[in-house]
């Protein structure tokens, strides 16, 4: 198989100011495109043309060079949908199960206005693609990005207009292969043996459990901006009594000489604050602070900040305006506790995954939106990215719904003494970088979580956690950072360096299986050795049971809906007593089922959600629904109604 070349290294970026060092570690910012009156935006979603390389070294594709024609005068496409995984829409089983390069292809009709316009900038932005991808327009390569589940972009105006009659044509081509140095890791195994296997067969195995769903996962668009333009803003935030803060820092590209005009608006439209520098405080006075969902009877407020660039060159002048959602709140963690604007957080909610029939990963704003409200029905306040980051748009749901996120990076699997390696640090430590980049405005977002259960009771466990949340740490001092473990409390290497432990432990099904009597011996052994150990509060951030929807058995046996409610409430009677010490919060694996690949472990995919995959609840959704409503009210300061939904 062969494997893309890693893009080099990272870059510093130019900032005017730096609310601290090292928010401006890459080369440019990656704001969320938003149209305003100085920008525009083009959708590119939907049908796509689509072949998959079937090649035996998957690499016909380069070496015919598809992207200098037509992908359809290269041989036979499919339509493709996009945003989604190739790997469920078709009747074809090598599609769903392939691995290697895919392309796609699109001709855009671009505005004539965008391509008259030299003062234009024209970029081009891929919301994610899962894994390796290049980037050609009319034949063009313009840019390639290592990494699923983050955004990737590039300036493409001087592309179009070498031709302005010709239509705007986009390839991409999207390669899913894992290895131990990518996030996930994963390896090639090639079977050799000819008694048993084709020639040229392969597998790819992984360390993960759930399935490798490929493509183009989140919108592609074109958009504008004028050619002297605000590249990146920074905020952090704070509060003195009823006075907030707000610490800003934007940086400009492309401008010889500009002046800033930065205005903070409230939900109504009225200034609050305003200033004229690149960097500064905005303080509003009668601050409505950033509150969680059910802790406040008027969570998730937005403020909006309005930030607006006049520049000039020596011959012409250039205003761009790009408004930032803003969510004024701290965060803070003692030895016990975890603080949001001063006050214990604690929290109940879930875990999920980005994972739906046909579509995959691919965005899809009817489940997204489904399951916010789902979110709110169970009364949970909180959840994990968990095990990847998840869309930008989720994370603005969060931000208007008051749904406080553990962020996760793709660091999942590390399971390989060899995925502890220089190369591997060296791209964690950029995918990092790129999570902090696009994430660090999100008032949902509390806490950075750089993996999830390494293998870190490795040797090498030791520097490498010690490197990576210290970079995490330096890129963004105002959050807490951890990793969620499944190691030894006495072995784990990477312990000692995060803010706050995340523990992932399923008593009575992968250790003791059937044994439900053992669940609140081995879990309060479990919270005081950690606790003894580190002393620092500590989240269960998995714990559950698989359970196939509709089979009941009573006593409980494993699998049915009585026994996954017996799981919890097993859970949930050491949680009451543990969560007035050091315990700060309990996430259920999962929101939902999920697909995995195929084995004997799993019946068409892992089955521990609390509802099905198509949302529909299991017996231990109302268990669960139930706590976490008890729970707001004990915790939190709960609306006038008192349960979900209110009544209109």
Known sequence: ?????????????????????????????MLFPRESS???????????????????????????????????????????PVPASYNDITQ??????????????????????????????????????????????????????????????????????????????ITIAVNNTLSLDTLPPGTIQHMTDRTKYPDGYFVQ???FDFFNYAGIHRPVLLYTTPKAYVDDITVVTDFLDNTGLVNYTVSVQDA???????????????????????????????????????MHENPGYLYSMEVRLMAADERSAYEDVYTLPVGIRTVNVTSTQFLINNKPFYFHGVNKHEDSDIRGKGLDWPLIVKDFNLLKWLGANSFRTSHYPYAEEIMQMCDRHGIV???????????????????????????????????????????????NEPAAEMPPADFYFKTLIKHTKDLDPTRPVTFVTDSNYARDKGAPYVDVICVNSYFSWYHDPGHLEVIPIQLNTQFENWYGQYQKPIIQSEYGADTVPGLHNDPPVMFTEEYQKEVLQSYHNVFDQKRKQYV???????????????????VVGNKKGVFSRQRQPKAAAFILKERYWRLANETGRLPPWTKYPCSL
């Open 38 to 80: 100085s920008r525009e935006v083009k959708e590119l979603n939907g049908l796509w043309n689509f072949r998959a390389d079937g090649s035996s070294n998957r690499n016909q594709g380069f070496e015919r060079a598809w992207y200098k024609s037509r992908l359809a005068e290269t041989g036979p496409v499919i339509d493709m």
């Open 92 to 169: 074809d089983p090598a599609l769903r199960d392939f691995i290697g390069w895919v392309w796609y292809e699109r001709e855009v009709v671009v505005p004539a206005r965008w391509i008259a316009d030299e003062g234009t900038r024209v970029v081009i932005r891929v919301g994610s693609a899962h894994y390796y991808s290049v980037v050609w327009v009319n034949g063009v390569k313009v840019t390639e990005h290592e990494g699923g589940h983050l955004p990737f972009e590039a300036e493409i105006g001087a592309v179009i207009r070498k031709d302005p009659t010709q239509p705007c044509r």
């Open 405 to 451: 996120v553990i962020d996760e990076c793709p660091g999942v699997g590390i399971k390989d003494i060899r995925s502890f390696g220089n190369a591997s640090l060296a791209h964690h430590l950029v995918v990092m970088d790129e999570l902090v980049r696009r994430d660090k405005n999100h008032a949902s977002v509390v806490m950075w979580s750089v993996a």
């Open 584 to 602: 700060i919060g309990e996430l259920i694996w999962n929101f939902a089922d999920f697909m995995t690949s195929q084995g004997i472990m799993r």
């Open 256 to 294: 010889a000489s500009a002046s800033l005009n930065v205005t903070l608006m409230d939900k109504d439209g009225r200034c609050v604050a305003s200033s004229s520098g690149p960097s500064g405080v905005l303080k509003v006075t009668d601050v409505n602070l950033w509150w969680p969902y059910l």
């Open 205 to 207: 195995n992984i360390y």
């Open 1 to 29: 198989m062969p494997r893309p070349e890693r893009l080099g290294g990272v870059f510093r970026g130019l900032c005017l100011c730096a609310v601290f060092e090292a928010a401006c570690l890459l080369d440019a910012g």
